[in-house]
T-cell receptor, first 113, second 112 residues
């Protein structure tokens, strides 16, 4: 079984709709992240969490919110989706011990019409 | 602004050729990671380098961290179609707060 899972894998929605992307991990890591990936721009950090009570904005947090329900669960919400939020979204985890090696989920392809 | 620049952005080669891709920054990193991403999947770690001048080998892949810890290279010997994918580098800043940034990647296509 995959260590980091994301649901849904694909989603098509309309402008203005609220969307939630979910991430679960079995690696036992305290640190979790949400990124979006756009062609030519690489991975950009949306939000990150170092433990259940810790939430931090990344470089592109506007239009997004997150919830860390448990050590293993970290969800990303788009309160009112807009077309330029069409992208690949990845959840990742890391262990604070040692270098910041990140373990990624399979991604969610989100299309906002 | 802290940036990681990867070059080339795109590379198409024949099976059996050698290639090198680069990851450069003006910033110093406490560690640097290389990942490979295949279509429909998330990035998967290939290697982590932490010491300036460090060289690591993974089968036909050779990774080098620059002496000043600002740059890195990935060399692939005798490329195979299975090497096709997006290669991402990520640099970690050891300035006390969390800071890992990703390059935009090099997309490699190896033709049989």
């Amino acid at each position: 079984d995959a260590d980091v899972t994301q649901t849904p894998r694909n989603r098509i929605t309309k402008t203005g709709k609220r969307i939630m992307l979910e991430c679960s991990q079995t690696k036992g890591h305290d640190r979790m992240y949400w990124y979006r990936q756009d062609p030519g721009l690489g991975l950009r950090l949306i939000y990150y969490s170092f433990d259940v009570k810790d939430i931090n904005k990344g470089e592109i947090s506007d239009g997004y919110s997150v919830s860390r329900q448990a050590q293993a669960k970290f969800s990303l919400s788009l309160e009112s989706a807009i077309p330029n939020q069409t992208a690949l979204y990845f959840c990742a985890t890391s262990d604070p011990a040692g270098p910041d090696t990140q373990y990624f989920g399979p991604g969610t392809r989100l299309t906002v019409l | 602004t802290q940036l990681l620049e990867q070059s080339p952005q795109f590379l198409s080669i024949q099976e059996g050729e050698n290639l090198t891709v680069y990851c450069n920054s003006s910033s110093v990193f406490s560690s640097l990671q290389w990942y490979r991403q295949e279509p429909g999947e998330g990035p998967v770690l290939l290697v982590t380098v932490v010491t300036g001048g460090e060289v690591k080998k993974l089968k036909r892949l050779t990774f080098q961290f620059g002496d000043a810890r600002k740059d890195s290279s990935l060399h692939i010997t005798a490329a195979q179609p299975g090497d096709t994918g997006l290669y991402l580098c990520a640099g970690e800043f050891g300035d006390g707060g969390f800071k890992t940034i990703f390059g935009a990647g090099t997309r490699l296509f190896v033709k049989a």
